[in-house]
């Protein structure tokens, strides 16, 4: 039983690249949720997905980018990477996007932009 | 927006001994969910409260949900290493769930 699975779980990056995290959950939730971890801040939501063919803002969207693939993927996508953008990512997925149901959270991917 | 937070930040504690995190909020919560962060580890639920004053455990650890709503405890006793990493507090907010910062709770043996 994997429930969410990212890739990559660390990647270096140079300021001004690009790249994309993967996710994928295995128990046919219909929401999914990209957060970034910062000391001190707790957890901030990039985006988020409600539903298969639906994406959101969050509440620290700018630079990044998503795609909700599919039921199971969803993926945050840096265009042009910057140091600010140097963060733990985490991927969550819910059975709805109501803030009362339970998210069950990645193993996270560790980012550092140089 | 809707925002919860949590004090204290930090929690140093001796093994054996009790603490208390608090997380608050400015308007009603309809419920509140707590998730546990091991170090290097990703977020875990706890567990979930959804009515007013109630009031649930898991073995050494007490949830409390305030009777309006607005705030809520996890109460800790016997101290264990096992205790170690971050309790965060979550309710609704503008953006679905609102994580508060997190307790970080360190343990001396």
């Known amino acids: 039983n994997a429930g969410v699975t990212q890739t990559p779980k660390f990647q270096v990056l140079k300021t001004g690249q690009s790249m994309t995290l993967q996710c994928a959950q295995d128990?046919?939730?219909?929401?999914m949720y990209w957060y970034r971890q910062d000391p001190g801040m707790g957890l901030r939501l990039i985006y988020y997905?409600?539903?298969?063919?639906?994406?959101d803002k969050g509440e620290v969207p700018n630079g990044y980018n998503v795609s909700r693939l599919n039921k199971r993927e969803f993926s945050l996508r840096l265009e042009s990477a910057a140091p600010s953008q140097t963060s733990v990512y985490f991927c969550a997925s819910s059975v709805g996007s109501l803030a009362k149901n339970i998210q069950y959270f990645g193993a996270g991917t560790r980012l550092s932009v140089l | 927006g809707q925002q919860v937070m949590q004090i204290p930040q930090y929690q140093h504690v001796q093994e054996g001994e009790d603490f208390t995190t608090y997380c608050n909020s400015s308007t009603t919560l309809s419920n509140i969910q707590w998730y546990k962060q091991r170090p290097g580890g990703h977020p875990v639920f706890l567990i979930q409260l959804v009515k007013s004053g109630e009031v649930k455990k898991q073995k050494r650890l007490t949830f409390q949900f305030g009777e309006a709503k607005k705030n809520s405890s996890l109460h800790i006793t016997a101290t264990q290493t096992t205790d170690v990493g971050t309790y965060f507090c979550?309710?609704?907010?503008?953006?679905?769930?609102?994580f508060g910062a997190g307790t970080t709770v360190t343990v001396r043996a």
């Open positions: 979550a309710g609704p907010g503008d953006y679905k769930l609102s």
């Open positions: 997905s409600a539903s298969e063919g639906t994406t």
């Open positions: 128990m046919n939730h219909n929401s």
